[in-house]
């Protein structure tokens, strides 16, 4: 990808196109004032954009709290998958994580979402428990996966 890509923490002019990602990638989507609340009322909240060439493509979402980091949320435009850019994007979070003290970092992926746990093996997050029946859409289980950053 021969283009500009940039990384820098979400603002409240970027809730329009991150809800749009958001639509185009879950089948239960955050609301608008969901990431609203995220932003201006979570302490814990850390999200971080990703545009090409200027346009906001994707975003991650992140609730640190103390020396753990929890990811809410991670998603790319469709057309801009398997491109390299999920993996810059975790990459980024982990640095940032690492950063403000984190040593541990997790999240939650559906058990049928083999890419994902492909991409999360790969930057060294190991299996943890299942939670059944984690996601509301239609109830499939979520693997837990846990990465020590330190």
Do not use: C
């Amino acid at each position: 990808m021969n283009k500009t890509i940039d990384f820098r923490s979400m603002a409240i002019k970027d809730i329009d196109s991150i809800y749009e990602i958001e639509s185009r990638s879950f089948a239960t989507p955050w609301s608008k004032e969901a990431f609203y609340n995220e932003l201006i009322k979570n302490q814990f909240a850390v999200y971080t954009v990703v545009d090409v060439d200027q346009q906001t493509v994707g975003y991650g979402g992140m609730w640190i709290i103390v020396d753990e980091a929890h990811i809410t949320n991670i998603a790319l435009l469709p057309e801009y998958r398997g491109l390299g850019l999920g993996e810059a994007l975790m990459r980024k979070m982990m640095e940032i994580a690492a950063d403000k003290g984190v040593i541990t970092m997790t999240l939650e992926v559906r058990v049928s979402n083999q890419p994902a746990q492909s991409l999360y093996r790969k930057l060294g997050f190991k299996d943890g428990a299942i939670r059944k029946q984690y996601y509301t859409d239609n109830m499939e289980d979520a693997i837990v996966m846990w990465v020590n950053l330190s």
